[in-house]
């Protein structure tokens, strides 16, 4: 857990709770491809909390990916829900 949490690419958030559990290295992909490649993923649960201008940086930040293309209005159903479509990129 951490508060005022900044990386050295720019992003920032005010508060960080990570609760993880145990995850094991393939030591053969880190030596061989010289890459870090896990044989047991860990799962848990991330809670981060930015303010409006760290989520913003966050959003458009090169490793987050392309801007998401939201569907037209028409493109939701009745209950508010997204129906995407071949072309609507997520």
Do not use: K, N, Y
Not at 45 to 71: C, K, M, N, Q, Y
Request: hydrophobic residues 35%.
């Amino acid at each position: 857990r951490g508060q005022g949490w900044r990386s050295h690419g720019g992003l920032a958030c005010r508060e960080l709770d990570l609760r993880v559990g145990e995850a094991q290295v393939d030591p053969l992909a880190l030596f061989t491809q010289q890459r870090i490649a896990f044989s047991r993923a860990a799962t848990g649960e991330a809670r981060i909390d930015f303010s409006a201008d760290d989520f913003g940086d966050f959003l458009t930040h090169p490793l987050v990916g392309p801007t998401v293309d939201l569907p037209s209005p028409t493109a939701r159903t009745p209950g508010g829900a997204v129906r995407t479509t071949p072309s609507t990129r997520l």
